[in-house]
């Protein structure tokens, strides 16, 4: 089975028909998903177009309208929470004017023209009585940035070297020859566009050939296309959406002489606010009382061929730096979401959290991230190698350091980054270990892996159902869950996710059997081969676990120079009873002798430091800088000095 956060573009379809064109355009066909959000009764096709991994949906038989596509895309986000770009490909009627010489088989793609987002929402429902017709919205939310400039990337390309829809076509209907009678270009012959007064009988079930005919009064006629036009064409402009078909050739005239309408559809305005994407209609029919369902099939081939020209102008590190779309709907939807979706911190809630484990990592992470200066750990963060670390999925960062190097602040300053960085961004989860020697009571191998386990919980919206039924098995019989159990739930919750980073400080101080260290680290390795964690950990520099870490990215803590002059010039104004701004000499030898000394450790600057403070005067400083005790040596006798 495929795991759902591994997709990235979100493709819709509103018919049948849409949906087996767009299945016939897969480069390759995946499992369906793994698992899918609760209350979600839609079915997927998951699968690659070029370089990106697919997720399509159809609306069930028999159902239409904007309603149903907005109910669809909410679904459909909820199950696949990594879904970046959205596309929706279907099959539309055409609104051809003076200006726009659209055909039957052509394709329309909404665009933004001047403060028109690319899509109109109008109401349809007095269109057939007494022509008249009142627009409900314009929507501003234009197609994301990635798509519209791949859009005009591929409208220039054609523009100079003729597309290759036709072909892509061709091949597809040659490898799946049971399509071909359906979805197939029909015979030119058979689009007719009729003068708007020509009406075709709403209860009269013969085609329009042999009830309307081809009579030239009744018909519009239109020169061939030569061969250095494009047949099919492109169509890019404004897309009105409504909950009923358009079957009236007067208002679709009306509307694209007002509006510079290109086609009608019945979708698009439901999904504008809950999935912002690009809307790809292939046309099916003119938009009046002559229907053409011998154009559908290829209508929606056309639009799928498309579609997948679109995507493969996308390179897939541009998606990846994409929001996932769940993050960027418009205000007022996400505020809904957002009731929705933020933890709301009840009884139930808590006590489930609580039982878990009682310990709370957040108040360390507080009190180590107010001991930082300001500046401190920004070589790490804007390094290669972190932003590396950051950008690509299952990467582990080993940061082994000396003692005092300023190994845990350097943590609590990631764990603040990635808090920031991911702060609304819910299908990112975040979880965090400080180990440390003097906790080892809490810190026993599922005491750690529980902590992981409780800190995604609580990013979640809800408690999900199998942490739910974990509590409920133990909580009658009082007992708690084996470390298996816990391994279990650790990797579902993850799955939730589309990333997961887990940060873990100074595992030397881990101090339990070497064989849980072992176990621990073998688990959280594994979890990060089937999940898309990434993993962050420091430790001293011990040999047993620089091995577990040794095919991992690799960086040294150590404390820099910038950072300790900062520190150092912090308290330099307060020796000698505050008399040093008189000597500025001594306070270039003081900033000289410590940096020296203290070879990157963090921890022995400050105790030199606190050394000096006791001098009474400058000759006494003086002989104190000659005799600094240096490097790992040094902070031991420095720190035994101090303790005495």
Same mark, same amino acid.
């Given at each position: 089975?495929?795991?759902?956060?591994?997709?990235?573009?979100?493709?819709?379809?509103?018919?049948?028909?849409?949906?087996?064109?767009?299945?016939?355009?897969?480069?390759?066909?995946?499992?369906?998903?793994?698992?899918?959000?609760?209350?979600?009764?839609?079915?997927?096709?998951?699968?690659?177009?070029?370089?990106?991994?697919?997720?399509?949906? @159809?609306?069930?038989?028999?159902?239409?309208?904007?309603?149903?596509?907005?109910?669809?895309?909410?679904?459909?986000?909820?199950?696949?929470?990594?879904?970046?770009?959205?596309?929706?490909?279907?099959?539309?009627?055409?609104?051809?004017?003076?200006?726009?010489?659209?055909?039957?088989?052509?394709?329309?793609? +909404?665009?933004?023209?001047?403060?028109?987002?690319?899509? *109109?929402?109008?109401?349809?429902?007095?269109?057939?009585?007494?022509?008249?017709?009142?627009?409900?919205?314009?929507?501003?939310?234009?197609?994301?940035?990635? *798509?519209?400039?791949?859009?005009?990337?591929?409208?220039?390309?054609?523009?100079?070297?003729?597309?290759?829809?036709?072909?892509?076509?061709?091949?597809? #209907?040659?490898?799946?020859?049971?399509?071909?009678?359906?979805?197939?270009?029909? %015979?030119?012959?058979?689009?007719?566009?009729?003068?708007?007064?020509?009406?075709?009988?709403?209860?009269?079930?013969?085609?329009?050939?042999?009830?309307?005919?081809?009579?030239?009064?009744?018909?519009?006629?239109?020169?061939?296309?030569?061969?250095? /036009?494009?047949?099919?064409?492109?169509?890019?402009?404004?897309?009105?959406?409504?909950?009923? *078909?358009?079957?009236?050739?007067?208002?679709?005239?009306?509307?694209?002489?007002?509006?510079?309408?290109?086609?009608?559809?019945?979708?698009?305005?439901?999904?504008? +606010?809950?999935?912002?994407?690009?809307?790809?209609?292939?046309?099916?029919?003119?938009?009046?009382?002559?229907?053409?369902?011998?154009?559908?099939?290829?209508?929606a081939m056309v639009a799928a061929a498309y579609a997948k020209d679109i995507l493969c102008r996308i390179r897939p590190n541009r998606v990846e730096a994409e929001k996932?779309?769940?993050?960027?709907?418009?205000?007022?939807?996400?505020?809904?979401?957002?009731?929705?979706?933020?933890?709301?911190?009840?009884?139930?809630?808590?006590?489930?959290?609580?039982?878990?484990?009682?310990?709370?990592?957040?108040?360390?992470?507080?009190?180590?991230?107010?001991?930082?200066?300001?500046?401190?750990?920004?070589?790490?963060?804007?390094?290669?190698?972190?932003?590396?670390?950051?950008?690509?999925?299952?990467?582990?960062?080993?940061?082994?350091?000396?003692?005092?190097?300023?190994?845990?602040?350097?943590?609590?300053? @990631?764990?603040?980054?990635?808090?920031?960085?991911?702060?609304? %961004?819910?299908?990112?989860?975040?979880?965090? #270990?400080?180990?440390?020697?003097?906790?080892?009571?809490?810190?026993?191998?599922?005491?750690?892996?529980?902590?992981?386990?409780?800190?995604?919980?609580?990013?979640?919206?809800?408690?999900?159902?199998?942490?739910?039924?974990?509590?409920?098995?133990?909580?009658?019989?009082?007992?708690?869950?084996?470390?298996?159990?816990?391994?279990?739930?650790?990797?579902?919750v993850a799955r939730l996710y589309s990333r997961v980073f887990i940060i873990i400080d100074a595992l030397d101080e881990y101090q339990a059997l070497v064989d849980d260290?072992? *176990?621990?680290?073998?688990?959280?390795?594994?979890?990060?081969?089937?999940?898309?964690?990434?993993?962050?950990?420091?430790?001293?520099?011990?040999?047993?676990? =620089?091995?577990?870490?040794?095919?991992?990215?690799?960086?040294?803590?150590?404390?820099?120079?910038? =950072?300790?002059?900062?520190?150092?010039?912090?308290?330099?104004?307060?020796?000698?009873?505050?008399?040093?701004?008189?000597?500025?000499?001594?306070?270039?030898?003081?900033?000289? /002798?410590?940096?020296?000394? @203290?070879?990157?450790?963090?921890? #022995?600057?400050?105790?030199?430091?606190?050394?000096?403070?006791?001098?009474?005067?400058?000759?006494?400083?003086?002989?104190a800088l000659r005799n600094l005790p240096k490097g790992i040596e040094g902070l031991d006798v420095t720190y035994e000095h101090a303790m005495k």
């Amino acid at each position: 089975m495929s795991n759902p956060n591994d997709y990235t573009v979100g493709w819709i379809c509103a018919i049948g028909t849409a949906h087996v064109a767009a299945q016939a355009f897969l480069d390759e066909e995946h499992e369906g998903p793994e698992y899918v959000s609760t209350n979600d009764n839609y079915s997927y096709q998951l699968g690659r177009v070029g370089k990106h991994n697919v997720v399509i949906a @159809v609306l069930p038989d028999g159902e239409y309208g904007t309603s149903s596509a907005a109910s669809m895309a909410r679904d459909m986000l909820h199950s696949f929470p990594n879904v970046r770009i959205g596309l929706m490909v279907s099959i539309g009627g055409g609104a051809p004017s003076p200006n726009h010489d659209i055909r039957l088989g052509d394709i329309v793609v +909404s665009a933004p023209r001047g403060e028109k987002g690319g899509v *109109l929402q109008y109401d349809s429902g007095k269109t057939i009585q007494d022509r008249t017709f009142v627009t409900k919205g314009l929507f501003n939310q234009r197609p994301p940035i990635i *798509l519209r400039a791949a859009m005009n990337g591929l409208k220039a390309e054609y523009e100079v070297k003729g597309h290759q829809l036709e072909d892509a076509i061709n091949n597809v #209907l040659q490898k799946n020859p049971r399509l071909q009678k359906k979805y197939e270009r029909p %015979d030119p012959n058979t689009d007719r566009l009729y003068q708007s007064g020509v009406v075709h009988p709403q209860n009269d079930s013969s085609s329009c050939a042999v009830f309307c005919g081809d009579d030239i009064s009744k018909l519009i006629l239109r020169p061939g296309r030569t061969d250095h /036009e494009d047949n099919p064409a492109i169509h890019y402009g404004l897309i009105a959406s409504a909950n009923q *078909l358009m079957k009236d050739a007067s208002v679709r005239d009306r509307l694209a002489a007002e509006m510079d309408v290109l086609c009608f559809e019945m979708e698009a305005a439901g999904l504008m +606010s809950h999935f912002p994407c690009l809307v790809i209609r292939g046309i099916c029919d003119y938009s009046d009382s002559h229907k053409n369902n011998e154009w559908q099939g290829y209508a929606a081939m056309v639009a799928a061929a498309y579609a997948k020209d679109i995507l493969c102008r996308i390179r897939p590190n541009r998606v990846e730096a994409e929001k996932c779309i769940i993050n960027i709907l418009s205000a007022d939807v996400q505020e809904g979401v957002d009731k929705l979706l933020h933890v709301q911190h009840d009884h139930e809630h808590d006590t489930v959290l609580d039982w878990l484990t009682p310990i709370d990592y957040g108040p360390l992470q507080s009190d180590f991230l107010n001991r930082h200066k300001e500046g401190t750990g920004q070589w790490l963060l804007n390094s290669k190698t972190f932003q590396m670390w950051l950008s690509t999925a299952k990467q582990t960062l080993f940061c082994p350091g000396n003692p005092g190097a300023g190994k845990t602040i350097m943590t609590s300053i @990631v764990v603040d980054y990635l808090g920031m960085k991911f702060e609304n %961004d819910i299908s990112v989860g975040i979880a965090f #270990l400080y180990c440390n020697f003097q906790r080892q009571q809490e810190q026993k191998l599922a005491d750690l892996l529980a902590s992981l386990l409780k800190q995604l919980v609580q990013r979640r919206p809800s408690i999900p159902e199998n942490v739910k039924s974990l509590y409920g098995r133990h909580k009658e019989k009082r007992t708690r869950p084996s470390f298996d159990e816990i391994l279990k739930e650790l990797d579902s919750v993850a799955r939730l996710y589309s990333r997961v980073f887990i940060i873990i400080d100074a595992l030397d101080e881990y101090q339990a059997l070497v064989d849980d260290r072992r *176990l621990f680290l073998r688990s959280i390795f594994n979890l990060q081969a089937h999940v898309h964690v990434n993993i962050f950990a420091t430790s001293r520099f011990i040999p047993e676990i =620089e091995q577990q870490f040794e095919k991992c990215k690799r960086m040294e803590i150590r404390a820099q120079r910038d =950072e300790i002059l900062r520190y150092l010039d912090g308290r330099i104004p307060h020796l000698l009873r505050s008399q040093m701004s008189k000597y500025h000499d001594l306070q270039d030898l003081i900033r000289r /002798e410590v940096v020296k000394a @203290v070879d990157g450790m963090f921890l #022995l600057a400050q105790l030199h430091v606190d050394s000096l403070m006791s001098k009474p005067t400058v000759g006494d400083i003086k002989l104190a800088l000659r005799n600094l005790p240096k490097g790992i040596e040094g902070l031991d006798v420095t720190y035994e000095h101090a303790m005495k």
